[in-house]
């Protein structure tokens, strides 16, 4: 017979005892100090302080500040299961003062003596450097202060690696679970997030994961790869309120002749219960809605492209969510409340389950599919329903036929050109790996390969696979300061059609402190045929990201701007000045060239 939860009260601690793991916590600050757990007595790194081993991280700052940095606060509130479930409410009433909040989340710092071995996903794992690789004495500091070159490492294995806790980033979609493994005795750690409703920025908001330390980290909200956007900002007499959770600290272990790895087996396997567990039912608060009390949507999504086809497109495996209303693809940049999201198939049917009781906004972005969709009436969400939307019909963005096309419209540079890092900054794990553009350094590598002049792409000629840089990045000079970059898309135009404008779509997917400038057969025309302005803070280049916050430019381009035969697009990324002027610029999603609609020719045809 199981024992039951045993609840110890001390002086200035709290413990709860399951008989498989104690957990124990500091009152009434509510910090997990010590993790009992397999013949372990402390989990945690119990050579630092108790208020570092496991919390809630509370960065916030004054209203009308900027930037993503602020104050702490640490608060945990926990519900003990197999492993340990955890959960906050956060609340601002309507009296209390403005206040920014950049980012919230649960670290864990593991014991170093113990925890060596790391798995984000099933091939992003790996042993790990120490901490201690990363001191002055061991690491050299490179151009952010994450990236650390390990010199003299502790363990020559590691030596001439480059460490930087961004190269373990992770999409929300794929960020269900992840963690470190001990194998003397062989026990493994993990975060399982079973929900992202209460994660901000959406299914494809980039977050830290796990890194040196150990650390363990379930991120809610924060300004990776998106800048002030996904700042969280209370008004003056905003109410708010918001449950960051439940989820679920899960241990385990094998038997020593048992395969360490079983364990990230045996991880996913739980991470899939607490997932169909959604949403639990033993959050006591009134604030957390169980089953019953939520909500379901169901629908199809068929695209309309009369240049691709005379019938609706199913929206193969699009991305389907509520979210709260406001504009077309704001679900990136929202941060106040909650979002749900689903994957449609291949026919474009979608299921959205367990909605929290509320208005929104229903979104959709297709792979393969350039835009955004929006359905343009409220959806208010009751206990218990389940609204069936039916046929819903995304028109994308399109005024003419594809003369030619650049890329893939998946809101990822990823097809495009990722160079071999330097080989003194290597992170082996990525070596050879879909993933390669986590490699620290990658954006030193374009004035390798573009020393005297900038990328020049011809289409019909080209292949974007191997002549398209993955980033418009600055230009190192000799003096040491930086310079734009201006790259050439040439093309030839047999008889310029006098009937009406050609557009050209520019598909963002991130920028940094950069404007992006385009000029028709004139790189000197002032001004521009058309500038986004200073865009972006979303950081990818230096965080190893392959994109960050989608954007969508369509520049109209006069038939008069253009002639018969030879024409050049001109795209000018003019800014570099700042304190880190290298790790400017911009990466595209897609770029596609559309005729004007008077144009003879109905279907699309486009160049690799």
Same mark, same amino acid.
């Given at each position: 017979?199981s ?46 302080e ?25 608060f945990i509130?926990l ?11 956060y609340?601002h009433?309507k ?38 690789d ?7 500091p490179?151009?952010?202060p ?9 363990e ?13 980033s992770?999409?929300n ?21 079973p ?22 980290l ?8 998106a ?31 048992n ?13 899939m219960?607490e ?32 240049y ?8 193969s ?5 509520l979210a ?6 704001s ?7 909650y ?8 026919d ?7 909605i ?17 969709y929006?359905?343009?009436?409220f959806?208010?969400?009751?206990a218990?329903?389940?609204?069936d939307l ?38 082996k ?18 004035a ?40 050439q ?5 047999? #008889? %310029? =059609?006098?009937n009406?404008?050609?557009? +050209?779509?520019?598909?963002? *997917? ?5 404007? !992006? $400038?385009?000029?028709v ?6 001004p ?7 865009i972006?803070h ?23 701007? #253009? %002639? =018969? ?5 001109? +795209?000018?990324?003019?800014? *570099? ?5 290298? !790790? $400017? ?8 060239f559309?005729g004007?609609s008077?144009?003879n ?8």
């Amino acid at each position: 017979m199981s024992q039951g939860v045993l609840l110890h009260i001390e002086d200035s601690h709290v413990v709860m005892d399951n008989g498989i793991l104690q957990v124990k916590l500091s009152n009434p600050d509510g910090i997990v100090t010590e993790i009992k757990y397999n013949g372990i007595d402390n989990l945690l790194d119990g050579l630092d302080e108790e208020v570092n081993r496991g919390y809630w991280d509370l960065v916030w700052s004054e209203a009308g500040s900027t930037g993503t940095t602020g104050t702490f606060d640490v608060f945990i509130m926990l519900r003990n299961s197999s492993g340990f479930y955890t959960y906050a409410i956060y609340e601002h009433l309507k009296e209390w003062p403005p206040f920014n909040l950049p980012q919230t989340r649960i670290v864990f710092k593991l014991r170093k003596d113990k925890f060596h071995y790391m798995a984000v996903a099933d091939n992003r794992q790996r042993y790990m450097p120490l901490p201690d690789d990363r001191l002055p004495e061991r690491g050299e500091p490179l151009a952010t202060p994450e990236a650390v070159l390990l010199v003299n490492p502790v363990e020559t294995e590691f030596k001439g690696e480059v460490d930087d806790k961004y190269q373990y980033s992770c999409e929300n979609k794929d960020l269900r679970v992840h963690g470190w493994i001990c194998k003397d005795p062989t026990v493994g750690f993990w975060q399982i997030t079973p929900s992202n409703e209460f994660r901000s920025g959406g299914l494809s908001k980039q977050n830290l994961t796990s890194h040196v330390g150990p650390y363990n980290l379930a991120m809610f909200l924060s300004a990776h790869y998106a800048g002030e956007d996904l700042v969280l900002k209370l008004k003056p007499n905003e109410p708010w309120k918001k449950v960051f959770g439940p989820v679920f600290m899960y241990l385990n272990s094998v038997s020593d002749e048992n395969d360490p790895l079983h364990l990230w087996e045996d991880a996913k396997n739980q991470m899939m219960t607490e997932v169909e567990s959604w949403p639990y039912n033993f959050p006591a608060s009134e604030d957390f809605p169980h089953a019953d009390q939520r909500g379901r949507v169901t629908g199809r999504l068929q695209i309309k492209d009369r240049y691709l086809s005379d019938q609706y497109i199913s929206a193969s495996y699009a991305y389907v969510g509520l979210a709260p209303p406001g504009d077309v693809g704001s679900w990136q940049r929202e941060c106040k409340g909650y979002q749900f999201w689903a994957t449609a198939d291949a026919d474009g049917y979608f299921s959205i389950d367990n909605i929290r009781c509320g208005s929104y906004n229903l979104y959709a972005w297709v792979p393969g599919v350039i835009g955004d969709y929006q359905k343009d009436v409220f959806i208010t969400i009751t206990a218990g329903c389940d609204i069936d939307l039916g046929g819903l019909v995304f028109e994308p963005p399109r005024d003419g036929p594809t003369l030619w096309e650049i890329g893939i419209p998946d809101r990822s540079a990823a097809e495009f050109y990722i160079p071999d890092p330097d080989p003194k900054y290597i992170n082996k794990l990525y070596v050879n790996h879909p993933d390669r553009f986590r490699q620290y350094g990658l954006w030193e590598r374009y004035a390798n390969l573009y020393p005297d002049k900038d990328l020049v792409y011809t289409v019909g000629v080209s292949d974007y696979r191997k002549d398209w840089f993955f980033a418009q990045v600055t230009r190192k000079l000799s003096d040491d300061t930086y310079q734009g970059t201006t790259w050439q898309i040439k093309f030839e135009l047999d #008889l %310029v =059609d006098t009937n009406g404008s050609y557009t +050209l779509r520019l598909a963002l *997917a991130t920028a940094h402190m950069s404007e !992006l $400038q385009v000029r028709v057969n004139d790189p000197k025309t002032s001004p521009p045929l058309f500038s986004t302005g200073v865009i972006g803070h979303d950081n990818t280049i230096a965080r190893h990201g392959i994109h960050g916050l989608y954007r969508l430019y369509n520049v109209v381009v006069p038939f008069s701007q #253009l %002639v =018969d035969g030879n024409n050049t697009i001109f +795209l000018t990324q003019t800014m *570099a000045s700042g304190d880190a002027p290298a !790790l $400017q610029g911009i990466m595209y999603d897609y770029i596609r060239f559309e005729g004007p609609s008077s144009s003879n020719s109905k279907k699309q045809t486009g160049f690799v």
